[in-house]
Nanobody, 115 residues
């Protein structure tokens, strides 16, 4: 199973970014899909996740600024991030988990927000 993410980059505060991630390989019946982020010296933290039923969870720090969505047919998840802040700077990781509890991570994509 491979996860391929795209959409990271360098932006200014107040800008928007759209992170996309697609799973390929032998993964079926995906339960959770989501995005985490990590900065040097800190633990990886949840940004947003979405279940197969469409229920969503967001970190308090991004509520109202981010929207997560998924395309089950394409095994893809998208994170739309608006009004980005310098504190959003991190490496963002896509993750999926199937109903058997098998979890997979993407390689990470850098998001840098300048003030």
């Amino acid at each position: 199973v491979q996860l391929q993410a795209s959409g990271g980059g360098l932006v200014q505060a107040g800008d928007s970014l759209r992170l996309s991630c697609a799973a390929s390989g032998s993964i079926f019946n995906i339960d959770f899909m989501g995005w985490y982020r990590q900065t040097p010296g800190k633990q990886r933290e949840l940004v947003a996740r979405i279940t197969s039923a469409g229920s969503t969870n967001y970190a308090d720090s991004v509520k109202g600024r981010c929207i997560i969505s998924r395309d089950n047919a394409k095994k893809a998840v998208v994170l739309q991030m608006n009004n980005l802040k310098p504190e959003d700077t991190a490496v963002y990781f896509c993750t999926v988990r199937d109903f058997r509890g098998n979890g997979y991570w993407g390689p990470g994509t850098q998001v840098t927000v300048s003030s």
